[in-house]
């Protein structure tokens, strides 16, 4: 298997923004994870989970209000991890989940 970017090494096509949304991973053997998002842009986000998730690998992304989004882990370690999106979002939708900090919820 190609090695993916590390944390490190990860090159990002849009910048990211800070979030704080909830979110559910679907791992194609595992099943479901909820998760937390800690940023996003139009072509991937950060997350922390409780499971380790291995570079490559394939998951479904559920965001409140839409339908799950194809997206392939970039990088997992001590519980955080990247994702990058088979499908760009559109920008105000990343906008949109860009707005949800700590103290909005909105």
């Known amino acids: 298997m190609q090695k993916l970017a590390t944390r490190e090494e990860e090159r990002r096509v849009a910048e990211r923004r800070p979030t704080a949304t909830p ?8 099943g479901a994870e909820f998760i937390d998002l800690v940023d ?3 072509h991937g986000c950060g997350f922390t989970s ?3 998730f291995e570079a490559g690998a394939r998951v479904f992304l559920g965001l409140p209000g839409f339908e ?3 997206a392939t882990v970039a990088w997992h ?3 955080q991890g ?6 760009p979002l559109r920008p105000v939708v990343a906008e ?3 707005a949800r900090t700590p103290l909005s919820k909105s």
């Not at 990247?82 to 499908?87: A, C, I, P």
């Open 68 to 70: 799950p989004r194809l």
């Open 96 to 98: 949109r989940f860009a």
């Open 50 to 52: 409780r499971w380790p």
């Open 82 to 87: 990247g994702l990058r999106f088979d499908r």
């Open 23 to 30: 979110g559910v991973l679907r791992h194609f053997r595992r």
């Open 40 to 42: 996003i842009s139009t």
């Open 77 to 79: 370690e001590d519980g």
